[in-house]
């Protein structure tokens, strides 16, 4: 479905961003339904399936969001801060509407998604401890890494925002975003379409993590509307980089070695200092020593910028 966004005004004067813990776990969940659909997430998915074994309530959880293409929108509230915390948004999760929760969950056919459909008022404890469990067990070890990468997209949307304007911003969102006449246009080759009404509050920009590949937007929110977009970098998120030589770390210190193992397959900066801990100018001063000595070659790759050690650091290496 194509979707309309109508940005003017006061809808444009509230866009902002935010980091839903909530949401990263249910699209967690979708992953491991559909690893198909989210194969950069494989790595993550080997080690998380396990951990959940024991997680009783999952079932009614996984009723819930594993059909392709449609969560109920109770489950994903829009953040009311940058980034709430996760008990904060599962206090908004149970809070939600009986009516609500019915109606969201009304096209759901399974026999459990039913069974919460006719009963939300007993459903909504179950899945609110199924998010919570689920967010300890597999995402709260990550959690750190994750808002490193999500913080550091954040910083790149703000600098694009001010150095282009909103134009700039959205523009570079994603493929299936366009900016247009003061509206914002989601998935702008798929039909019908359906105008989404922010109603005065504006929109969250979500950078996500598990959404990858796929852009996101709320159809019908009660006020503010969200737009959930892939992070930049998500693809290094998982990567297990080489460790570097002991003696090369010795020679061009710990950070500049760490980055050089990780470049043996092109890295933006941003997925660089995700992954490593540090902040984008510190990574950028970095390659900028390892390019002069020519350890690194840098090339764009469309809008993005890609690093690759080149074979000197590679003879280095070994």
Same mark, same amino acid.
């Given at each position: 479905?194509?979707?309309?966004?109508?940005?003017?005004?006061?809808?444009?004067?509230?866009? @902002?961003?935010?980091?839903?813990?909530?949401?990263?776990?249910?699209?967690?969940?979708?992953?491991?339904? %559909?690893?198909?659909?989210?194969?950069?997430?494989?790595? $993550?998915?080997? $080690?998380?399936?396990?951990?959940?074994?024991?997680?009783?309530?999952?079932?009614?959880?996984?009723?819930?969001?594993?059909?392709?293409?449609?969560?109920?929108?109770?489950?994903?509230?829009?953040?009311?801060?940058?980034?709430?915390?996760?008990?904060?948004?599962? %206090?908004?999760? @149970?809070?939600? %509407?009986?009516?609500?929760?019915?109606?969201?969950?009304?096209?759901?056919?399974? @026999?459990?998604?039913?069974?919460?459909?006719?009963?939300?008022?007993?459903?909504?404890?179950?899945?609110?401890?199924?998010?919570?469990?689920?967010?300890?067990?597999?995402?709260?070890?990550? $959690?750190?890494?994750?808002?490193?990468?999500?913080?550091?997209?954040?910083?790149?949307?703000? @600098?694009?925002?001010?150095?282009?304007?909103?134009?700039?911003?959205?523009?570079?969102?994603?493929?299936?975003?366009?900016?247009?006449?003061?509206?914002?246009?989601?998935?702008?080759?798929?039909?019908?379409?359906?105008?989404?009404?922010?109603?005065?509050?504006?929109?969250?920009?979500?950078?996500?993590?598990?959404?990858?590949?796929?852009?996101?937007?709320?159809?019908?929110?009660?006020?503010?509307?969200?737009?959930?977009?892939?992070?930049?970098?998500?693809?290094?998120?998982?990567?297990?980089?080489?460790?570097?030589?002991?003696?090369?770390?010795?020679?061009?210190? %710990?950070?500049?070695?760490?980055?050089?193992?990780?470049?043996?397959?092109?890295?933006?900066?941003?997925?660089?200092?995700?992954?490593?801990?540090?902040?984008?100018?510190?990574?950028?001063?970095?390659?900028?020593?390892?390019?002069?000595?020519?350890?690194?070659?840098?090339?764009?790759?469309?809008?993005?910028?890609?690093?690759?050690?080149?074979?000197?650091?590679?003879?280095?290496?070994?």
């Amino acid at each position: 479905m194509r979707i309309r966004i109508q940005l003017a005004g006061a809808e444009l004067a509230r866009v @902002r961003f935010a980091i839903s813990p909530v949401y990263e776990t249910v699209m967690a969940l979708a992953a491991l339904a %559909r690893p198909g659909v989210h194969a950069v997430h494989l790595p $993550w998915a080997r $080690w998380a399936r396990p951990r959940l074994a024991t997680v009783d309530t999952l079932p009614l959880l996984q009723a819930l969001v594993s059909r392709d293409g449609f969560k109920p929108g109770f489950l994903m509230p829009a953040p009311a801060a940058r980034m709430p915390d996760m008990t904060d948004e599962l %206090r908004t999760v @149970r809070a939600t %509407r009986l009516a609500d929760a019915r109606d969201e969950t009304a096209r759901l056919t399974s @026999r459990l998604a039913r069974q919460f459909h006719d009963d939300p008022r007993a459903g909504l404890p179950l899945v609110v401890d199924a998010l919570r469990r689920c967010y300890d067990l597999v995402i709260a070890p990550h $959690w750190d890494r994750m808002v490193r990468l999500l913080d550091a997209d954040i910083a790149f949307r703000a @600098r694009a925002l001010a150095a282009g304007g909103f134009e700039s911003l959205f523009t570079d969102l994603h493929d299936d975003v366009v900016w247009a006449d003061s509206e914002l246009i989601v998935h702008p080759r798929q039909s019908p379409s359906a105008t989404v009404n922010v109603r005065g509050h504006g929109l969250v920009l979500c950078p996500s993590v598990f959404c990858w590949p796929r852009v996101t937007a709320s159809t019908n929110p009660p006020t503010v509307g969200t737009l959930r977009y892939p992070a930049r970098g998500v693809a290094t998120l998982w990567e297990a980089a080489e460790p570097a030589p002991e003696a090369l770390a010795n020679l061009i210190g %710990r950070t500049r070695a760490a980055i050089l193992a990780r470049l043996g397959t092109p890295q933006t900066t941003g997925g660089l200092a995700a992954g490593l801990g540090v902040t984008a100018g510190a990574v950028s001063q970095h390659l900028a020593v390892l390019k002069d000595a020519g350890l690194v070659a840098t090339h764009r790759d469309g809008r993005t910028t890609l690093h690759l050690r080149t074979d000197r650091a590679q003879a280095l290496m070994a």
